[in-house]
């Protein structure tokens, strides 16, 4: 069983929808949870950073963390075509320093 | 503020041969760590660099090494490159090696092995 499992799409969603990723985790140690979205040809970029369980909005954006359930979540509200990317999930905290171990993403695909 | 900095972007080599590539972080962050991107294996972490040492080493055979400078820019270097080397190289750079600082990435120099 890997450490970090992530379904990895693709998900087809039109315009407007909301949507729905997720992770799960095998490690209780982890205590930060990372949102990153990875456009072709580019490097990860940071969306959402959570610290333990709970909800964090900004914006469209709202990550939940359920660490009793070892279950992290990204909504997007109202998707737009821009948001066609792969969404990474990431985690770290089980060691004390910033070595991330990530989940292997999931292509979005947002149809106009 | 300019984001972090990676050189080449794209590299082709032969097996057997060496490759160094370059991260410049952003500026004030102290810490700079590298992963390796594939198809099959997602991000793998590699090592991380603190005030010019390494802090932390990933899962990887030591043809993988690398360094950091006084001024935090860091090098990875891969010798005897192998066919399985071929990947996008990461960086990611933080103000501090600490969990509780997220960790923000460059856009990568994607390496092909022939």
């Known amino acids: 069983q890997k450490e970090v499992e992530q379904d990895p799409g693709p998900l087809s969603v039109p315009e407007g929808a909301i949507v729905s990723l997720n992770c799960t985790y095998s490690?209780?140690?982890?205590?930060?949870f990372m949102w990153y979205r990875q456009y072709s040809r580019k490097g990860p970029e940071l969306l959402m950073y959570?610290?333990?369980?709970g909800n964090k909005e900004d914006g469209r954006f709202t990550a939940q963390v359920d660490k009793s359930s070892k279950y992290i979540s990204l909504f997007i509200r109202d998707s737009q075509p821009s948001d066609s990317a792969t969404y990474l999930c990431?985690?770290?905290?089980?060691?004390?320093?910033?070595?991330?171990?990530f989940g292997k993403g999931t292509m979005l695909l947002v149809s106009p | 503020k300019a984001g972090v900095t990676q050189t080449p972007r794209y590299l082709i080599k032969t097996r057997g041969q060496q490759v160094t590539l370059s991260c410049s972080p952003i500026?004030?962050?102290?810490?700079v760590s590298w992963y390796q991107q594939t198809p099959g294996q997602g991000l793998q972490f590699l090592f991380e660099?603190?005030?010019?040492?390494?802090?932390n080493k990933g899962n990887f055979p030591g043809r993988f090494s690398g360094r950091q400078f006084s001024n935090s820019r860091s090098e990875m270097n891969v010798s005897t490159l192998e066919l399985g080397d071929s990947a996008l190289y990461l960086c990611?750079?933080?103000?501090?090696?600490?969990?509780?600082?997220?960790?923000?990435f460059g856009d990568g120099t994607r390496l092909s092995i022939l």
């Open positions: 959570t610290y333990s369980s």
């Open positions: 500026s004030g962050h102290r810490s």
């Open positions: 490690n209780s140690a982890f205590q930060y």
């Open positions: 660099y603190f005030s010019e040492t390494q802090r």
């Open positions: 990611a750079s933080s103000p501090t090696n600490r969990d509780n600082q997220p960790q923000h």
């Open positions: 990431a985690m770290s905290g089980d060691s004390g320093y910033s070595t991330l171990t």
